[in-house]
């Protein structure tokens, strides 16, 4: 499905996240994968985890908030692999509860639109002029918490910036129609990653990782080549 094709996923996150089980479905599927994490290790881990099985990888740090960060990490790839991405998958950011407006603080919304909202800013501003090369896709991780039944009370910082990433999604499919690049994002429930497990428990309600990894397999291939500015939610 992807031979021959370089797929970039970011946040790609440590054992039992939900980059683990993505990675490895785009690699049974033939993608060399650009791995990045802000974390060495993991986007090291991650892919020599790839690796060891015979499937091409290489893991990469980047701080996908810091514009000079991503302009190094676009350069490096550019270098190490050919110029033509396939794929951009967008998962890297975090949440945190801020509690209601009133009594929140501006360092959590601060981070909250940093690590979610800045992060696929800057990474999808980057790699756009490779991924209008093949003609790519591009997919955004967005949240539950970005649809219009979720109010977003106790969590205005997660929820504003998953809802900016969906716009992000939603303006990059129309932008970039014409280069024949596509942009979707997916909006998730909790998936059961090792993080939500200790944090929710195991009796709480979860999108199931290898669910996850088959929507973004199916986005970043041809078979969704008619599917362009969607929010998709997965619950």
Known sequence: ???????????????GQVGEIVARALADRGASLVLVDREA????????????????????????????????????????????????????????????VADSSIEVWNRQIAINLTTAYLTARAF???????????VFFASQAALPATTGADMAAYAVAKTGVAVLARAIAAEERKHGVRSN???????RTAANL??????????????VAAAVVF?????????????????
């Open 1 to 15: 499905m992807f031979n021959g094709s370089t797929v970039v996923l970011t946040g790609v996150g440590g054992e």
């Open 41 to 100: 290790a993991k986007a090291e881990a991650r892919a020599g985890a790839l690796v060891d099985t015979g499937r091409p990888a290489r893991g990469y740090a980047c701080d996908l908030a810091s514009p000079d960060a991503v302009e190094r990490l676009v350069a490096a790839v550019r270098r190490e692999h050919d110029d033509n991405i396939r794929a951009l998958v967008h998962m890297a950011g975090g949440f945190a509860m801020s509690g209601p």
């Open 185 to 191: 994002a997916l909006a998730p429930a909790a998936i």
């Open 128 to 138: 756009l002029p490779m991924l209008r090369v093949a003609g790519g896709s591009l």
């Open 219 to 235: 986005l970043c291939s041809d078979a969704s080549r008619a599917i362009n500015g969607q929010v998709i939610a997965l619950a």
């Open 198 to 211: 200790t944090s929710m428990g195991a009796g709480a309600r979860f999108v199931e990782r290898e669910d």
